[in-house]
């Protein structure tokens, strides 16, 4: 079975609420109660030096009776909820918020010793075993003259501030809890708008390696999995054209050499047992010479097209005049078009025109046009070979009025194989291949050609080039 996300995530998700709890009633429980604890004896201290200046000085001075000052910080006590005293040096409890006094009988404090502070304000405990339960003491000293006569003590039970405490922590502890619900939406919605799509685009790319592409991959999201999935789909549609591109391309290829060959086999056989006789045999010759041709010509021109390759073709660009290259091309059709009393006329720009291109590759352009314009053309008939300059750019045109194309085949006419039904009683040898050759010659200058045909009436093909600046040297 293949292993999935969701463990991993879940098992994260249960580590993160683990550790969070665990946090606050660790960490941020420590954190909380010292901060309770400092803040609560911090405000008690200023309550006790409150006393400490104020009534136990007048007390000691004896500007105010006893039971005035035992009124007060009764009041006092209500007040803080927290016991009061003061206290001698020796440790004898002078006044208690919460008791009487009996002058005579003061209760004692064995061992006391402010010293047992520890340098701070304020302590925690039961206070030399006084109290039965924990007590937060903070002390504030009684000077009189410069002299430390005594001490007001305020002790609070530290459950009053527990109660604080939890009350606290249990808001951490409902803080924790929404978090983790929130994150528990977050991960469903992560789930839903990372994980299912990627399941569904992972199991979309693994037919297409299977090469099955018309797949379909159902995610529309307006972000990187949708465009991921997008990019996919495109990708596999462009495998799928290509594989059908190919398949036709062999099957296309295939027919092709098949054909020739079938009819070379069939005459040579036929000469061989005698069915042709041998004052016959010149005329099937002749056939078969033809269909070599033929061949031959096929296989140059796929080998030509096949060294186009995938990223274009080298192009070894030059300076030349393309006015001479048009005169030189139409040169080598002498033959043929005196046999089809075909004439040419070159309408040139210029004495001289100067463009920058692969000139032998522009000569095969010419070559297969001009070739084109003949095989198609009737007798008695001529072509326009023409040059012009517009915007910096040379355009070569080749016009027929020949047999034309039909509007349906216009489109059709690039690519590889293709042949018009029109043409195929004019020419036989043709292999569909002429045109295929051209388009990529002019692609891989990154320049155009356009055709423009009227079946019945004529053919005229325009590619541009780019024209030699003298300037731009
Ligand atoms: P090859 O060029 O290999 O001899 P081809 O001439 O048949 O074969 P292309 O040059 O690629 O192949 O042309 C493809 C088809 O386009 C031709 O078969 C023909 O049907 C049509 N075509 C091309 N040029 C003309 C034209 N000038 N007039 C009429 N039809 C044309
Ligand atoms: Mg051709």
């Not at 922590?169 to 983790?180: E, G, H, K, P, R």
């Not at 080298?314 to 005169?327: E, L, Y």
């Not at 078009?337 to 692969?358: H, P, Q, W």
Request: glycine residues 6%; aromatic residues 12%; charged residues 25%.
């Amino acid at each position: 079975m293949k292993k999935t996300i969701y463990p991993k995530i879940f098992c994260g998700y249960l580590i993160f609420g683990i550790v969070g709890f665990i946090v606050v009633s660790t960490f941020t429980s420590r954190i909380t109660g010292n901060y309770i604890k400092k803040h609560e004896s911090s405000s008690l201290y200023k309550e006790a030096t409150i006393i400490a200046s104020d009534y136990a000085v007048s007390y000691y001075n004896n500007d105010i009776t006893l039971a005035d000052f035992e009124e007060r910080i009764e009041a006092l006590d209500n007040y803080l909820g927290a016991q009061i005293w003061v206290i001698d040096i020796g440790g004898d409890i002078l006044v208690n918020s919460e008791k009487k006094t009996d002058l005579l009988n003061l209760e004692n404090i064995e061992n006391f010793d402010i010293m047992d502070f520890g340098g701070k304000y304020y302590k925690t405990g039961t206070f030399y075993n006084y109290f039965q339960e924990e007590q937060l003491s903070v002390f504030a000293p009684i000077s009189i003259n410069y002299k430390v006569k005594g001490y007001v003590i305020i002790h609070k039970p530290m459950r009053s501030l527990s109660a604080y405490h939890f009350g606290l922590l249990n808001i951490s502890y409902a803080t924790l809890a929404i978090l983790f619900l929130c994150a528990l939406l977050l991960l469903i919605l992560f789930v839903r708008s990372v994980i299912l799509p990627m399941r569904k685009i992972t199991r979309a790319a693994n037919e297409y390696a299977n090469g099955n592409f018309d797949q379909k991959i159902d995610v529309y999201s307006n972000d990187e999995i949708g465009y991921l999935a997008a990019s996919l789909s495109y990708m596999a549609n462009e495998l799928k054209t290509l594989e059908e591109d190919q398949r036709k391309f062999v099957s296309n290829v295939s027919h092709d050499f098949r054909s020739p060959l079938t009819s070379i086999k069939g005459y040579v056989e036929a000469m061989l047992d005698g069915t042709i006789p041998p004052e016959m045999q010149e005329k099937y010759l002749n056939i078969i010479l033809f269909e070599t041709e033929r061949l031959n010509k096929l296989t140059k021109s796929l080998l030509e097209l096949n060294k186009f390759g995938k990223h274009g073709m080298m192009i070894d660009t030059s300076t030349f005049d393309i006015n001479n290259v048009v005169k030189m091309t139409v040169r080598t059709f002498e033959g043929t078009c005196k046999e089809k009393r075909i004439s040419f006329e070159l309408i040139l720009t210029g004495k001289e025109l100067y463009v920058k291109a692969d000139m032998s590759k522009i000569q095969q352009v010419i070559y297969n046009l001009i070739d084109n314009a003949i095989k198609f053309s009737h007798h008695d008939s001529f072509i326009t070979v023409e040059t012009t300059i517009k915007n910096e750019k040379v355009f070569v045109s080749v016009k027929d009025k020949g047999i034309g194309i039909p509007g349906d085949s216009l489109g059709k006419i690039w690519e590889r194989f293709y042949k018009t039904d029109l043409s195929r009683g004019k020419d036989k040898k043709g292999t569909g291949l002429g045109l295929a050759i051209v388009k990529e010659i002019i692609q891989a200058h990154h320049e155009n050609i356009n055709v423009i045909s009227t079946e019945g009436v004529g053919t005229e093909f325009i590619f541009s080039l780019p024209l030699y600046n003298k300037e731009d040297e």
